[in-house]
């Protein structure tokens, strides 16, 4: 994909998907990374790699739920997907975001 923002663009590389059984939802699970990495405050070459890990991960089940992928199984796929940002999210980052969410 590409983010476009402040006059600039950033093409953002694919996260290799496991599977790909049906790629219903993908685009939503590429939003919900996006605007995952933006409530951390990733620059956005993060925020859009955070919604491309998301979106490799929506196409492995079948029909719009994504199949379950715990926070330490995301973490470690995106730092194996994006070597150069490995350590951006950690499982702790997800946890307080949970609890945020959740208060």
Known sequence: SELRFDGRSVAIPVAKPEAVVDPTGGGDAYRAGLVLGLLLEADPAGAGRLGARAASGAGGGR?????????????????????????AVTTNDLAALQTAAVS
């Open 63 to 87: 029909g719009p739920g994504a199949p379950a992928c715990a926070p330490d199984a995301f973490v470690a796929r995106f730092d194996q997907a994006f070597p150069d940002y490995a350590g």
